[in-house]
């Protein structure tokens, strides 16, 4: 029944939502200040990610569930020292996903912060593009200069995902099951 319910939340669209979800925010007083951007989403489980965890668990042989059973394990330590090592890389990839999601997000800046001074880095560079198009539209600045500037605002932008990345980088190249099951 959960599941169903998690299938049924990834094919609704978001903007469904948008309007009851900022008349209570707006009742709340969080309109104009970080804490839509940020308390949702500590709550929030997103269906697909569910859904790709949930696969990769039923994909774990149930022969390692089977000797820690033989070797004397309850059923939380086989879940902590046999699956949950098996499901890091997954969680890693998934939280990487999710971060560089919310990093790069902007529709949520647009509709609960009203002050340009609480603007986010991604709506900063937004504009910041969008303000070098318009100066190079009306031939106040040579092209040459004004993708320099995208650029370097571009790559300074992306400078803590690149921060981050190193650090999550090692569950992707370690292998999901190697010395778990053989044959």
């Known amino acids: ?13 978001a903007q469904v939502l948008m309007i009851p979800q900022y008349l209570w925010y707006q009742k709340l007083g ?5 804490l839509p951007l940020i308390v949702p989403y500590c709550f ?10 949930m696969n990769f668990i039923n994909g774990i042989p149930t022969e390692l569930d089977e000797a820690a059973k033989i070797d004397g394990c309850s059923q939380l330590t086989t879940l902590t020292k046999v699956a949950l090592p098996l499901v890091y890389p997954t969680m ?5 996903f999710y971060a560089v999601g919310r990093w790069n997000g902007i529709s949520d800046v647009l509709y609960y912060i009203n002050s340009s001074s609480l ?16 100066s190079v539209e ?3 600045t040579t092209n040459l200069i004004a993708e320099n500037i995208k650029a370097a605002s571009i ?3 992306m400078l803590p995902m690149l921060v ?6 090692k569950f992707f190249t370690k292998g999901i099951m190697i010395g778990a099951v053989k044959g």
């Open 44 to 53: 929030a489980i997103q269906g697909f990610f569910v859904y790709l965890i």
């Open 138 to 140: 009306e031939g106040m």
């Open 92 to 96: 890693a990839t998934l939280g990487l």
């Open 30 to 34: 969080w309109v104009g200040t970080y």
């Open 155 to 157: 790559v300074i932008s």
């Open 119 to 134: 603007y986010t880095v991604q709506m900063v560079l937004k504009q910041f593009v969008e303000a070098v198009n318009v």
């Open 1 to 13: 029944l959960l599941f169903a319910a998690m299938l049924v939340s990834m094919m609704l669209p």
């Open 164 to 169: 981050v990345y190193p650090f999550v980088q």
